[in-house]
């Protein structure tokens, strides 16, 4: 189906270990987020694309990685996990400037 | 960065109405709404651009004062369905594209 998924689903790893969260769009849509959201925090901004290979920090950036090399794809990594990073991450896009967001499902993911 | 949204929570019985607020302490340019259900992504509701213009969606309409900062939503004649948790989002970096939500406000309807 086009739209955005995002994977996996669910994940659990364990503090220190590398994990990447993958998000894909299937509307060609120029920019795209990350987010992660936590009771009591709402949904905060981790990393933004304008583009291919233009990316930018958001609010709560470190410990992550992102990349864009290709528009329809924009992956999240987790370089070395902490307890910290568990929460649910949320990916999202728009096709321009204030457009409407869309979401991916989330991953939830676990740091043990 | 982050609006400041309030209430945090609010119980409504079916057929009531219901006012969540959004407030930003810099300039805005626009605000999103967006509604989410427990356990899945949130949905789009309205955005509202600067000139104070007011948008609708069915019975839930909103209204935005830029020179206040701030915006509001309105929910009228409460269903169920209205159920949720609403975020609004403002931008973060000005010129960037990038939203900033505020912290939620959980809104309950009961029959």
């Known amino acids: 189906d086009a739209g955005i998924t995002q994977s996996p689903r669910y994940k659990i790893t364990e503090t220190g270990r590398q994990v990447t969260l993958m998000c894909h769009q299937t509307w060609s849509h120029s920019y795209m987020f990350w987010y992660r959201q936590d009771l009591g925090h709402g949904l905060r901004l981790i990393y933004y694309?304008?583009?291919?290979?233009?990316?930018d920090k958001g609010e709560v950036p470190d410990g992550y990685v992102v990349s864009r090399s290709k528009t329809e794809n924009f992956p999240l990594t987790l370089e070395s996990a902490t307890r910290s990073q568990t929460s649910v991450y949320f990916c999202a896009s728009t096709g321009g400037y204030n457009e409407k967001l869309f979401f991916g499902s989330g991953t939830q993911l676990s740091v043990l | 960065q982050q609006p400041v949204q309030s209430p945090q929570a609010v119980i409504l019985r079916e057929g009531e109405d219901a006012v969540i607020n959004c407030s930003s302490s810099?300039?805005?340019?626009?605000v999103h709404w967006y509604r989410q259900k427990h356990g899945e992504a949130p949905v789009f509701l309205m955005i509202?651009?600067?000139?104070?213009e007011q948008k609708g969606h069915e019975k839930i309409s909103a209204s935005f004062n830029e020179k206040k900062q701030q915006s509001s939503l309105y929910l009228t004649a409460s269903q169920l369905s209205y159920s949720g948790t609403y975020f609004c989002?403002?931008?973060?970096?000005?010129?960037?594209?990038?939203?900033?939500f505020g912290t939620g406000t959980r809104l309950t309807v009961i029959p």
């Open positions: 509202l651009l600067k000139g104070g």
């Open positions: 810099k300039a805005l340019y626009s």
């Open positions: 989002g403002t931008e973060g970096k000005t010129g960037a594209n990038n939203l900033f």
């Open positions: 694309s304008a583009a291919a290979d233009i990316t």
